[in-house]
C-alpha cells in the first residue's frame, strides 16, 4: 500500500469524492452524510491546542482515484481512516 499526503491545494477533490464514497465514515464521525465541503472540514478539523502542522492527512490512491484516507494528529492517540471501496471506518488507538 502506498500513502501520499493530501495537499490542500490540490486535492481537494478527491478528498471529497473519497468522503462521499465512505459514507460510513461520515456518518460515525461526523453522524450525517459528508456535506459538499467535508474534505475542507477534514483538512481544518483538529483537537484543542494543535495547529495546522500537527495535523496530517494522506490519502491512498489506486490508479488515478483516492479509495481512502488516513487523518492523523501529532500527539493525539486516535487514528481515522476511511476507505472508499468498503466504507468501512478504521479508528486505531495508539499509546505513542
Known sequence: MRIQPVDATNDIEHLQATLEGASRYSLTVVGKLPAPNAAIKVLDARPPGKNH????????????????????????????????????????????
Do not use: Q, W
Not at 71 to 85: L, S
Open 53 to 96: 502542522s500537527d495535523k496530517f492527512v494522506f490519502e491512498i490512491p489506486h490508479d488515478v482515484d483516492a479509495v481512502g484516507c488516513i487523518e492523523m494528529v501529532r500527539g493525539y492517540r486516535r487514528i481515522t481512516a476511511a476507505i472508499r471501496r468498503s466504507g468501512d471506518l478504521v479508528n486505531h488507538e495508539t499509546n505513542r
